[in-house]
């Protein structure tokens, strides 16, 4: 689907027709998981996390501007009760990956060397993004995983596109040093 296929579904939502919020959550759910895995480190919070994520969302899709891509108005939804979650219990771990396992490899990839390289590299990345403080992870995956521009980042978090650009910027910088690190 494309991105102006979110709004009509929006649209038919507002109009009545509840169960195409469905369309919403089979789109959305994995990314949304995936933030709750990585933020919460616990299966059973981030499935907890995730669907009140789509709860709230939907309770407030009316509040959505329609002018607006749907993605980051939900991912801001899920960062919110993941901060939420936080407070309550600031002891817990992060963990998890922000990519999934059928993006490191290419099912047609029959060079068994390049899969192993692949995952390997992809296997550093993930530890070196687990290692970054979570306004500088979140950044970079939104950016170069989701491909948000610097607006819908500086929307999700609230911060000046200036920010966003040197989060993104440290994130990125100290990444390279975990991994280098790592490399060695």
Request: net charge positive; proline share 3%.
């Amino acid at each position: 689907m494309k991105e102006h296929a979110d709004i009509d579904i929006v649209e038919q939502i507002l109009d009545g027709k509840k169960n195409w919020y469905r369309f919403i959550m089979d789109k959305y759910q994995n990314p949304i998981f995936s933030l709750m895995m990585r933020t919460t480190g616990s299966r059973s919070d981030a499935e907890e996390l995730t669907q009140e994520t789509f709860m709230k969302a939907y309770a407030a899709l009316h509040r959505f501007d329609t002018k607006k891509k749907f993605f980051p108005w939900l991912y801001t939804i899920g960062m919110n009760l993941f901060r939420d979650w936080k407070r309550k219990d600031l002891n817990q771990p992060r963990a998890s990956s922000p990519f999934s396992e059928n993006q490191l490899v290419d099912e047609n990839d029959f060079n068994q060397e390049l899969v192993v390289t692949r995952k390997e590299d992809m296997a550093l990345v993930q530890k070196g993004l687990s290692m970054l403080p979570l306004d500088y992870s979140e950044v970079v995956i939104l950016r170069f995983r989701y491909d948000l521009s610097i607006r819908e980042i500086s929307e999700i978090f609230n911060i000046s596109m200036s920010a966003s650009k040197m989060r993104i910027h440290r994130g990125l910088k100290q990444l390279k040093q975990v991994v280098c690190h790592e490399n060695k």
